[in-house]
Every structure is written in C-alpha cells, then in structure tokens.
C-alpha cells in the first residue's frame, strides 16, 4: 500500500470518527435541551440543523459502504 493511500485511508477514518462523534454529541445536546422543555430555543434550532447536516455525511458514507453496519451512530 502506498504511503499516500496510507495516509489518505487514515485521514478518512479520523474524519469519520468525527462526524459520528459529533452527531452523538448533537444528539445528547438536544436530548438535554428537550427534557428542559427547551426546544424553542435558537440553540435547539441550531442543533437540530447540525444533526440534518451530520446525518446527511453520514447517510452518503453509508451508501458507498463506507461505514460500520455493526456499529451506527446514535439515534
């Protein structure tokens, strides 16, 4: 494997870590917010476009293969 591919696949992964971690972060954030009847707020708002957005990478990932069936994000 060439030390480009290497680097590129490891670069990959540690995106894709991301993205996951971020959406259960987006996640448990607005879970937060709703049990404190919060869910009007700007920041709910917020949240709740960043979760579409995430969730949107993560769906493309998913359609090329890319990610772990056995281990899907979070909600």
Known sequence: MSAV???RLEAFEAML???QSQY???CARMDRLKADGRV???TYRQLFAQKLTLSQILSI???YGLTDH???PAK
């Open 40 to 42: 009007k707020t700007a």
């Open 5 to 7: 591919f290497s680097d």
């Open 24 to 26: 259960a972060d987006t």
């Open 70 to 72: 056995a281990n899907p």
């Open 17 to 19: 870590a991301s993205v």
């Open 61 to 63: 990932y998913e359609v």
